[in-house]
């Protein structure tokens, strides 16, 4: 993400998004971007090999009220997540990513984010009907869930 970083900062300028979720960061501890004369606050979960690769961030205006949840830095899932709260109660935004080598359990993970949440990025899992010939573990997983 750190070679994206203008990009980034050109799509919050044309668009300004309230939360933006982002995939396959690639930070460690060392390496990571800000985002200057902005009103963002950037909260991520790097892989936990702290490796650069894999890894979630969720970036929300600092104006609104949230509080950043407990990571999740597993090997087949990486994801930061915020909660806020408006009219209708608490909910939980995430920014997840599932690396294609791992069979993932997901149900797991979704009971971390609480009864109302959105968690978007990439799983990685493939879509029957693009491929009849081939399925996949996490085809079947989602519908477990």
């Known amino acids: 993400m750190c070679q994206h970083a203008q990009e980034i900062k050109l799509f919050i300028q044309t668009f300004n998004p309230d939360i933006l979720l982002v ?4 930070f460690t501890n060392r390496s990571y971007i800000t985002i200057p004369n902005y009103e963002y606050n950037i909260h991520y979960s790097n892989h936990p090999d702290e490796a650069a690769h894999g890894g979630t961030a969720v970036i929300i205006k600092q104006n609104i009220k949230h509080y950043v949840r407990a990571e999740y830095r597993h090997e087949n ?4 997540s915020i909660a806020a709260e408006d009219n209708t109660g608490e909910k939980t935004v995430s920014a997840i990513y599932c690396p294609p080598k791992h069979h993932n359990k997901y149900g797991r993970f979704f009971k971390t984010l609480g009864n109302r949440f959105l968690a978007g990025g990439d799983y990685n899992a493939k879509n029957i009907f693009w491929d009849l010939d081939s399925r996949l573990q996490k085809e079947e997983s989602y519908i477990k869930i």
């Open 23 to 26: 995939s396959e960061t690639h």
């Open 77 to 80: 899932i990486q994801a930061a």
